[in-house]
């Protein structure tokens, strides 16, 4: 995961925690490059209107298959991200906090973590 370019610790050091949502290919099916585009607009549109500070993340699998345009947003809870991740079908969003990065379930009730 990379957070406007530098390492999700780096940022971590700065911020503190934060989390990570995208609005890309909804419960993980592919969608159009002008789909996942529009999804993202629309995402990073809510965070504004709602005054919440963000950058731009990239999300990706621990082997470096599958990846997705995201927003690192700092200074909102769990539930705001999980309700984040559900207004946009995903199947979770990611905490960056303690040097770990935890994979949060948006609609159920599982938690998965690895070291940074």
Same mark, same amino acid.
């Given at each position: 995961?990379?957070?406007?370019?530098?390492?999700?610790?780096?940022?971590?050091?700065?911020?503190?925690?934060?989390?990570?949502?995208?609005?890309?290919?909804?419960? %993980?099916?592919?969608?159009?490059? $002008?789909?996942?585009?529009?999804?993202?607009?629309?995402?990073?549109?809510?965070?504004?209107?709602?005054?919440?500070?963000?950058?731009?993340?990239?999300?990706? %699998?621990?082997?470096?298959?599958?990846?997705?345009? %995201?927003? $690192?947003?700092?200074?909102?809870?769990?539930? $705001?991200?999980? %309700?984040?991740?559900?207004?946009?079908?995903?199947?979770?969003?990611?905490?960056?906090?303690?040097?770990?990065?935890?994979?949060? $379930?948006?609609?159920?009730?599982?938690?998965?973590?690895?070291?940074?």
């Amino acid at each position: 995961m990379t957070v406007d370019g530098r390492s999700a610790t780096e940022v971590l050091d700065e911020w503190g925690p934060y989390w990570v949502v995208t609005a890309w290919n909804p419960f %993980s099916e592919p969608q159009t490059p $002008a789909d996942n585009a529009g999804r993202h607009a629309e995402l990073v549109a809510r965070l504004e209107a709602a005054g919440l500070t963000w950058l731009p993340a990239v999300g990706s %699998s621990p082997d470096g298959q599958w990846s997705e345009e %995201s927003v $690192a947003v700092p200074g909102i809870d769990r539930e $705001a991200a999980r %309700s984040l991740g559900r207004a946009f079908d995903q199947h979770a969003v990611f905490e960056v906090a303690d040097g770990m990065l935890r994979v949060h $379930a948006c609609f159920a009730d599982w938690i998965d973590e690895r070291p940074l």
